[in-house]
């Protein structure tokens, strides 16, 4: 696989350690329900993470749509927490 300095991944099923980055991130979301689908890396200072996900709203009645969500894990050395940067809905 080749890769540049700075590039995504290519989306890939979503792993344990993926989904708990996500779950840290989003957990406390209120408003929508998102299910993780799809996800690509990012290596920074860190890792950005984007999330292809089925979103519902929990209005009724509930909207079904596709987003993507990014999340930034700094690295273990910073002791912060997984944080949401942006939540796009995909079109």
């Known amino acids: 696989m080749s890769l540049f300095v700075g590039g995504w991944s290519k989306f890939r099923v979503i792993e344990e350690e993926d989904l708990k980055v996500f779950n840290e991130a989003v957990g406390m979301l209120k408003g929508v329900d998102y299910e993780p689908l799809i996800v690509a ?3 920074v ?3 950005n993470f984007k999330f292809i996900c089925n979103a519902t709203s929990v209005t009724n009645p509930p909207q079904n749509y596709l987003a993507e969500i990014i999340v930034f894990k700094p690295l273990p050395c910073d002791g912060h927490n997984a944080t949401i940067t942006s939540i796009n809905i995909i079109k």
Do not use: I, S
């Open 45 to 47: 200072a860190g890792t």
């Open 41 to 43: 890396t990012q290596v």
